[in-house]
């Protein structure tokens, strides 16, 4: 023990003495006294309503309240669609939709930007759906692909890693969208036609769909393409006389719900009264949900099966999300905060994969609408949240009604908007034209250089080795 106690106090006295280790207890009580003070800062950063609240202007509650209702019903009619679109039940597009409002209301640092299901993750989505629902229910794939993108979020929004998403070729990934939403409309073709037994692959769908053309379905294709001209007068008439008329323009910014109430209506009006589904004169979704079903884990052996194939659906997801609110903010002149916004995706996706929710993100759609409401704060989620659920827990019975053919125009009008056109890709393909030139004539023009050289560096050497005759002239006399 005499031992053992003379190495702790030369232990203890090095601790004294040591300048390094007196400067690792200073630091660690500076540490521990800004503890606290640090802990709120850090939570008021990552909760920015905390900041922006106490100096909230009640005048702008009746912007958010117009602007949150507004959304609810633009949701309603998206949420349904988007979720057919990844090839779940419609009815998990709805349960999709109520917390991400709420939330980025809380975590948001943009007022425009609209948070919820969007067409581009259904079309994602649908992918590992399609792999994978043999051996798992369609829902609970789309619960855990959305659990990883709320992984990956956090990840890289808490660890302050956004700035690896802006190394994401923007040509790829449109060219990538492109094909998805051509594959997903000729999805949403047979739905639209009144057309079943089309198989799978975008050749056999395309040949499928011709050779059972003749056997469509009169009352389905009436159903399915008046929705999609009444969508269009909508939209064209909201461009020409919105400014002038905001009835005309509050039609159009919602014209899928309308189209949505208009064509459930009379579905029920024509099929309600026929009793029995095999007596309808076109297809029904017949969603059937009680509200929202109780959260739930998702199972661990599909996170094994989904964990790298949502790697895809995070990267477009997340830069289309970063895209809309860095592309807002320099519209209404605020800077928007990158890496919060990637921790609110993150947060968002992880919470909402336990109410058994695809994956949400920003929307530019329902954000251009909600700019276009004078939207003042993220507050108007709230009422969002509250259009959402009344319709979950209220309105469910009426969605029983909706035609599937209107749901496929809507879907085939909100993707159409994702197809780029070829000059969307002509500065690419002129950019890639003068770097294969480059490339191409630099090798080229070395070789032309190298074979000159050495053409020369011969003639000087037979000058040198063979010196030239003198040249004859004719008129010459040679004296002698």
Partial sequence: MGKVGQYVEKAKDDFRTDHTWNRVGKLTRRGVKALPEASLHYVAQKAPIIGWLPKYDW??????????????????????????????????????????????????????????????????????????????????????????????????????????????????????????????????VPSLLGIKGVGSGTAQQIHDIFAKLPKASGWTCLIGFTGILFMTILEKAGARWSAKNKIVWFFSITRAFSTLVLFTGISYAVNHPRGQSKNFLFEVTQVSANGQEAPAIPPPALLGETAMRSIALFIGAAVEHCAIARAFGVKNDYVPDQTQELCYFGVTNFINSFFHAMGVGGAMSRTSVNSQCNVKSPLSGVVTTAVVLICIYFLVPALFWIPKATLAAIIITAVWNLIHSPSHFLPLLEDVARRLHLVHAGPLGCAVRQRRDRHRRRRRLQHHLLPPAPDFCPHQRLQG
Avoid at 87 to 101: D, F, K, Q, R, T
């Fill in 59 to 188: 005048r702008w509650l009746i912007n958010d309240a117009i602007a949150g209702l507004t959304l609810g019903l633009m949701l309603i009619p998206q949420g349904l669609s988007y979720a057919k679109i990844a090839e779940i039940p419609v009815e998990y597009g709805l349960m999709s939709s109520w917390l991400p409002a709420s939330l980025y209301a809380i975590m948001g640092t943009t007022k425009d930007l609209s948070s919820g299901p969007t067409s581009l993750i259904g079309l994602l989505t649908s992918e590992g759906v399609h792999e994978l629902q043999n051996e798992w229910a369609p829902s609970q794939i789309a619960s855990a692909m959305a659990f990883w993108m709320g992984v990956y979020g956090m990840l890289l929004g808490f660890l302050n890693l956004g700035f690896l998403l802006e190394f994401v070729s923007l040509p790829v990934l449109a060219g990538w969208i492109t094909a998805v939403a051509i594959t997903i409309i000729l999805n949403q």
